[in-house]
């Protein structure tokens, strides 16, 4: 690895760094000002007195400077806090949900991928026939609707309507099913349109041309020379789904009762549970930050003409 | 000579699972799990720290207090007889002083027996009342403990700082529930809060606030054998999956049915709506601080012009119901006959006209959620208003603190639970000094001197006639002075399977104790 590449590699580190932290500020400041979550927390009839002590329990009764730097202090030492509604430390929390959305997250990811590109590369290769439009309309419809639409829709059939699969929960694999399809079908969508529109680029360039010339069969122009050369705009694609999928689906594990980050995130913003929030955003951010940092390195793996310091951002 | 044909095998495959799936059915004595997906769960499960819907529903199955109101009792669910539980019989020794006989070899989950040092730990200075006490909300129930100490290993002594004619309703309501000592402190507040022991029919497992709370059986359990052999509550946040999982079987019990799915679910053959109309009214609050309301005319129009049946036919299906004011008839001897709530729209045109009302905007915040039909029953409220020549505007706003801004919004709503079936368990709880209305001065002081002097007095009177006749002194200064009204009492609607004997209370809690839920064949 060059100098340049660790400069690029430090440099996107910092950066990345950065960007958490303007985004905790921003999460702290905004949740702060958004109303007292002693107000939320506490029972109605909670007398004035006693309230008060919650709000010095929980450091809400220092100004908003001092809650900050305690807060980024505990933060740098690894201290996400302790949650306000059930006393139990935020980290032990995130720990025990993460995994569930990372399986949800990953299976929705690999399906999307398989039955995306498929389809993509199915429709490039017919285009403009009718089952290129056929193909194309369907994956309209896939990212098109919205999520809770089709996960109520997915537990009407499978769930209410023919009884094969459970509508809620995670205690098995079959609880998986139902909402990493929702997950997955949207993403399905977007993944054949942009495989479609990467493939039809590359299915226009005259080494296409050159390869089918030289009598390569379709099946080898397609894995061999079309496919390789769609993978960095598939990649940069993926980078950000990839990042927006794995950090937590909020309404998918809402409707399936499926206990990821994307319901924890739910139940502590309607609560004002403000450190478990903050510890979710700061997740979020962290894995949206990572998967653009690795499909960047990738990118100047795939590409030999893109330095890793270019792809990083750091150089040429 | 039989052969086995290949369709013949394949059909015998296909049916396996099924016939297995059958098997525990038939499994002598076996009791079946009972699954009930809750809307939301709670975060802990200290039955003191969760007084709410959420918490209590799950809570009442792993605790018990000393004495049992018995909503049960009566045909509604709302029943207020109080009855031995853990306490075989109480005593009232002088004014201030209550002594309560505990019954002997009750088990808690842990194999502890019951003791009265349980019962003064459970009472002790620092968890419900005190300085700085654990559990936020205990004070308005306990605050007015002396003490509680134990007198022999089955004795308890409750002091009092006052002589306190709701004590034993207290010790049977929602706060009381009784903790086991060792394990409190053994364990210590938070993981105590997780696992808690007690001494109801079903124990701990598991609690996971995002997924479930699984309990199992107590079998050692004081009033019999639980009829199930553990409680799944599982949080289903989308009524289509919790109705979903109901009607294929993953689910025995449902909550939170909204009032236009009731139809719906009652649809299907095998499955029950049971609902009762909850001990709980859904109320607006008026900011006295506002130039146009701080005149009470123009509160008093606000009230008078809303038509509370209409909406309840229209909202609720007629299942809904509109009280007596703030006033119950679990109050008993202290229900005061002949009040309501009139709508007349004619006396809320001459009081606006009275109070010089020149069309000032008047703006009605709720959030759009929070509670059920509220934003559905504040539409058709902008149009009563508007009705009698109020300019009503509707904001829709995302919290209570945004709901009750001053300056932004005269109108909020807000719900009034009847945590003790007595005016000062209600009307008192939420509107009294110690109720958010006053400590936030929403209620003007000069407009609730009357009322706070009335409810103090009620507070040390003991005489059952002199009590009434203070009750509805306060009841005449609230709707006079008309710091809120009430709209109506909704109901709550749970689904469930019909094959299972089970009957809903007034209160949040689900007596799932063995008298109470039975499994029959569907």
Known sequence: ?316 | MTTISRRRLLQSVAVLPLALSALPAFAAGERPMFTVAVAALPATLEPARELSNVGTRVTYSIFDTLIRRDFLGSPDGGGSELKPHLATKWERVSPTELVVTLREGVKFHNGDELTSDDVAYTFRDGRLYGKEPQIPGGKPYFGILAGCEAVDKYTVRFTTRVPDVLLEQRLASWCAWIVNKRAYEEMGFEAFSQKPVGTGPYKVVSHSESDATVLEAHDDYFLGTPTAKGVAFRAIPELAARVAGLVSGEFDLITNIPPDQVAVIEGYDDIDIRSVVLANSHVLVFDNHDPVLADRRVRQALSFAIDRQKLVDTLWLGKAKVPASHNYPEYGQMFVEGRSLPFDPEKAKALLAEAGYAGQPIVYRTQPAYYTNALEAAQVMIEMWKAVGINAELQVVETSAQMREEGKSQISNWSNSTRLPDPLGALWVAWGPGGEMQTKDIWAPESREAFNAAGKALEAETDPAKRKALFVTMLDEWEKEAPGTILYQPFEAYAIKKSIAWRPTTFYFMDLRPDNLSFGQA
Not at chain 1, 18 to 33: E, N, P, S
Not at chain 1, 42 to 47: G, R
Not at chain 1, 67 to 74: K, P
Request: charged share 15%; net charge positive.
């Open chain 1, 1 to 316: 690895m060059t100098r340049a590449a660790l400069l690029a590699i430090g440099l996107r580190i910092l950066r990345a760094l950065f960007t958490m932290l303007l985004c905790v500020t921003l999460v702290f400041v905004v949740l702060r000002t958004a109303g007292d979550p002693a107000e939320q927390l506490l029972p109605a009839e909670t007398p004035p007195d006693v309230r008060e002590t919650y709000r010095q329990r929980w450091g809400l009764d220092q100004p908003l400077p001092v809650q900050y730097l305690r807060y980024i202090a505990n933060l740098a030492q690894g201290d996400l806090g302790t949650s306000f509604s059930s006393g139990q430390p935020v980290a032990a929390a995130v720990a025990e949900t993460l995994p569930r959305t990372l399986m949800l997250g990953l299976t929705a990811l690999l399906l999307a991928t398989v039955l995306g590109l498929t389809l993509g590369i199915a429709a490039a290769l017919r285009r403009g026939t009718a089952a290129d439009r056929g193909l194309m309309a369907v994956a309209v419809l896939g990212y098109s609707m919205p999520v809770f639409f089709l996960g109520i829709l997915l537990i009407l059939l499978f769930a209410l309507t023919l009884r094969v699969l459970p509508s809620s929960g995670s205690s098995s694999l079959r609880h998986l099913i139902l909402p990493a399809l929702t997950l997955a079908l949207p993403l399905t969508g977007r993944v054949a349109r942009f495989a479609r529109t990467a493939m039809l680029e590359v299915l226009g360039r005259p080494f296409i041309r050159g390869a089918r010339a030289k009598g390569v069969g379709n099946l080898g122009v397609i894995l061999r020379h079309a496919l390789p050369n769609a993978t960095v705009p598939l990649l940069m694609f993926f980078g950000i789904e990839i990042g927006l999928t794995l950090s937590g689906a909020v309404v998918t594990e809402t409707i399936f009762a499926w206990p990821g980050l994307g319901r924890m995130l739910v139940d502590s913003v309607s609560r004002r549970d403000l450190p478990v929030v903050q510890a979710v955003i700061l997740l979020v951010t962290l894995v949206i930050v990572l998967s653009n940092l690795v499909v960047d390195i990738l990118h100047s793996v795939i590409d030999p003409k893109v330095s890793m310091a270019r792809a990083l951002g750091g150089g040429t």
